[in-house]
């Protein structure tokens, strides 16, 4: 069987009292799509920030294509890497918030462009036509010399997408990426995503749409209170559920 690029043990997460991650422990292998379901609260966005490093886990550990993130091990002891060292492993990952956080005083193009020249050192006309051929696979190639604030919600969410992409990770992380559209604009944006699956993109996504989990996902996880409660083939977990919490969970969601 294939090494699991993202392994994740033992992870756990407190926040004062509460207990956002308790003991969880996945594996997501090259080329699959995670899909992470359940409550607000349940543990999902946490879980994404750790494998992203923005977010310190309090014990357990996540490795990334065989690379321990965030420590190192000397002398039968673990160490905190630097702020350098955890940027460079973090270069490994693209992320995509909830909201967009796009440059607003620069254009698609330029907020494509910015990580691979300021941060990879690539020649500014390599990034320029790298963006534009992303800018274009995401359905934006109209709209390169734009502004954010000239762009829908699902446009700017489709540039941070390609903005992420241009920094050629190994590991997409989206964090509910459409929840923040309205309605008639989150196709479009299920739809980039869709293809990046298809492209063989290694995905994780926390999402509320059932529909794009169950097309898409090779792994459903269904989180509650920071436990993975069940996790399988989207047919299922989505469709047989083994556990009371997850049909109670789904029962509630699909009314």
Known sequence: MTRPLVAIRGLAKTFGTFRALDDVSLDVRPGEVMCLIGASGSGKTTLLRCVNQLTRADRGGIWLDGELLGLRQEGGRLHRLSEG???RQR??????FQRFNLFPHKTALENVTEGPVQVQGRAPAEARAEALALLARVGLAAKADSYPSQLSGGQQQRVAIARALAMRPM???????TSALDPELVGEVLAVMKELARSGMTMMVVTHELGFAREVADTVVYMDHGTVVEAGAPGQVLGLPREARTRSFLSAVIG
Request: net charge negative; aromatic share 6%.
């Open 85 to 87: 060292e955890i940027a």
């Open 91 to 96: 270069l490994k990952t693209g992320m995509v």
């Open 171 to 177: 590991l997409m992380l989206f964090d509910e990426p």
